[in-house]
């Protein structure tokens, strides 16, 4: 019986450092995809609680407080009729985002006209995320939405 055919060792020489390099990039460009995921999934999760922030300021600072934000032409809410300070708290609660939190957009409506109580209202947060490799055929726009009832 023939013994089984071996190549010799100068041909074999390169091989494995040539698979070492393979892997390597492999696992790198897997490792650094997933965590380009969860920074997106991060900053989406923190846009969502931002909004929720949004409302909760909202809620509390309706047409019964003296620091109240929203439309209302019988209550002194002239100071914030078109809610800004809602915005601010949302665009100051996503600076954890890590992200650039000048290109948020917040958007605050009171679907019942007024911020009596108990009408709703809705904050919208739309963000255009920067991946870390910046393609400029890949920027998707993150938006959230929360909505809650007045009750001050």
Same mark, same amino acid.
């Given at each position: 019986?023939?013994?089984?055919?071996?190549?010799?060792?100068?041909?074999?020489?390169?091989?494995?450092? $040539?698979?070492?390099? *393979?892997? &390597?990039?492999?696992?790198?460009?897997?490792?650094? +995809? +997933?965590?380009? *995921? *969860?920074?997106?999934?991060?900053?989406?999760?923190? *846009?969502?609680?931002?909004?929720?922030?949004? $409302?909760?300021?909202?809620?509390? =600072?309706?047409?019964?407080?003296? %620091? +109240?934000?929203?439309?209302?032409?019988?209550?002194?809410?002239?100071?914030?009729?078109?809610?800004?300070?809602?915005?601010?708290?949302?665009?100051?609660?996503?600076?954890?985002? %890590? =992200?650039? @939190?000048?290109?948020?957009? &917040?958007?605050? @409506?009171?679907?019942?006209?007024?911020?009596?109580?108990?009408?709703? $209202? $809705?904050? @919208?947060?739309?963000?255009?995320?920067?991946?870390?490799?910046?393609?400029?055929?890949? =920027?998707?726009?993150? @938006?959230? =939405?929360?909505?809650?009832?007045?009750?001050?």
């Amino acid at each position: 019986m023939k013994p089984a055919r071996t190549m010799n060792s100068k041909q074999e020489k390169g091989q494995s450092t $040539v698979e070492f390099a *393979l892997s &390597v990039v492999t696992v790198m460009f897997v490792i650094f +995809c +997933c965590f380009e *995921l *969860l920074m997106a999934v991060y900053t989406a999760s923190v *846009l969502a609680d931002a909004a929720k922030e949004g $409302v909760r300021y909202a809620e509390v =600072h309706g047409s019964n407080t003296t %620091l +109240c934000s929203g439309p209302n032409t019988a209550s002194p809410c002239a100071n914030d009729p078109l809610a800004n300070n809602v915005g601010a708290m949302v665009k100051n609660y996503a600076k954890a985002s %890590l =992200h650039d @939190t000048s290109a948020i957009s &917040v958007s605050v @409506t009171y679907p019942d006209g007024t911020n009596d109580a108990p009408n709703r $209202v $809705v904050v @919208t947060v739309s963000y255009t995320y920067v991946p870390y490799i910046n393609l400029s055929f890949f =920027h998707p726009t993150l @938006t959230t =939405h929360a909505q809650g009832r007045i009750v001050n």
